[in-house]
């Protein structure tokens, strides 16, 4: 099966831009997951998906940060002012459901550098 | 993360066996996992516990115990290719949440 599929891959902008995330989980997979991983760091959740509607967000900062999976398929992620702090990888997953041994398939990540 | 502890580095010799230890609060639990990371790639799923016990996959085994919040990851027969980063993950409430990693270094 194909795997999750991000874009882009690398990112460079500068402090107060803006800066959009794509990603396209695995056929059939309802529930998606946003992580953040810092350099060092482990993966921290910020938003979570179930088809189409959010299951928990308590940690995206909704100052700056928005998601959505119209659809409940693809799903973009904005980050829109950047701070310096933003400079992370930024990870997608999808698994078939949220409950039981729901194992996480992740893309390969969109790597962010605020300048 | 959320109360999740691993050591932050290990080394270890190639051939030989090491055990990586993860504690965290057990409220709200229903099941552990294990990702390798290697450097500059994502995450891949190693093993899943969610009962007491010990789950053996070729040179890796996991371990729990549920009323301890403890969990270690056994990998033996130590190959250079494992040295990466390994994530606890703790599955609360339909939320998995990572803990930090412990980095692994295997010597010749």
């Known amino acids: 099966e194909a795997g999750v599929a991000q874009s882009p891959r690398y990112k460079i902008i500068e402090k107060r831009q803006s800066v959009a995330f794509w990603c396209n989980p695995i056929s059939g997979h309802a529930t998606l997951y946003w992580y953040q991983q810092i350099l060092g760091q482990g993966p921290k959740l910020l938003i979570q998906f179930q088809n189409n509607g959010v299951v928990d967000d308590s940690q995206l900062p909704k100052d700056r940060f928005s998601a959505e999976r119209l659809k409940g398929v693809d799903s973009t992620l904005k980050i829109q002012p950047a701070k310096l702090e933003d400079s992370a990888v930024y990870l997608c997953?999808?698994?078939?459901?949220?409950?039981?041994?729901?194992?996480?398939?992740f893309g390969a990540g969109s790597r962010l550098t605020v300048l | 993360g959320q109360n999740i502890d691993q050591p932050t580095e290990m080394t270890a010799t190639e051939g030989a066996i090491v055990q990586i230890n993860c504690t965290y609060q057990t409220s709200g639990f229903n099941g552990l996992f294990w990702y390798q990371q290697h450097a500059g790639e994502a995450p891949t799923f190693l093993s899943y516990n969610v009962l007491d016990g010990l789950e053996e996959k070729g040179r890796f085994s996991s371990f729990l115990s549920r009323s301890k919040g403890y969990s270690y990851l056994l990998l033996k027969e130590l190959q250079m290719k494992d040295s990466a980063s390994y994530l606890c993950?703790?599955?609360?409430?339909?939320?998995?949440?990572f803990g930090k990693g412990t980095r692994l270094h295997i010597l010749p």
């Open positions: 993950a703790v599955k609360r409430d339909d939320k998995i949440i």
């Open positions: 997953a999808s698994s078939l459901t949220q409950s039981g041994a729901n194992v996480l398939t």
